[in-house]
Nanobody, 116 residues
Framework: QVQLVQSGGGLVQPGGSLRLSCASS????????ISWYRQPPQKPRELVAN???????NYADSVKGRFSISRDNAKNTVYLQMNTLKPEDTAAYFC??????????WGQGTQVTVSS
């Protein structure tokens, strides 16, 4: 059973940066795609970014130019670098890995709070 373990997050001032990590207990190459989602308070969950096994990358319009997703195959870890953070980025962030055809694994979630 693969586990995804998240780290990073916390409290940051507007304009600041944070990096989230999503470490797999197995090879991240076993996932067709790994995604970051977030759920702001009292709002639905939304896709933030994803990266496929062939390095196709997609971002939500709200984070383009500010967030960057990447992976380190040697460390079996996917990162979400978040720059120029805004209060509206405040949310619980989750990573998820998709193994074909239809198996999904979720990280435990981490809180990001952007506030002065």
């Amino acid at each position: 059973q693969v586990q995804l373990v998240q780290s990073g997050g916390g409290l940051v001032q507007p304009g600041g940066s944070l990096r989230l990590s999503c470490a797999s207990s197995g090879s991240i190459a076993s996932f067709y795609a790994i995604s970051w989602y977030r759920q702001p308070p009292q709002k639905p969950r939304e896709l933030v970014a994803n990266i496929t096994i062939v390095d196709d990358i997609n971002y939500a319009d709200s984070v383009k130019g500010r967030f960057s997703i990447s992976r380190d195959n040697a460390k079996n870890t996917v990162y979400l670098q978040m720059n120029t953070l805004k209060p509206e980025d405040t949310a619980a962030y989750f990573c998820t890995g998709w193994q074909l055809p239809d198996r999904y694994y979720w990280g435990q979630g981490t809180q990001v709070t952007v506030s002065s």
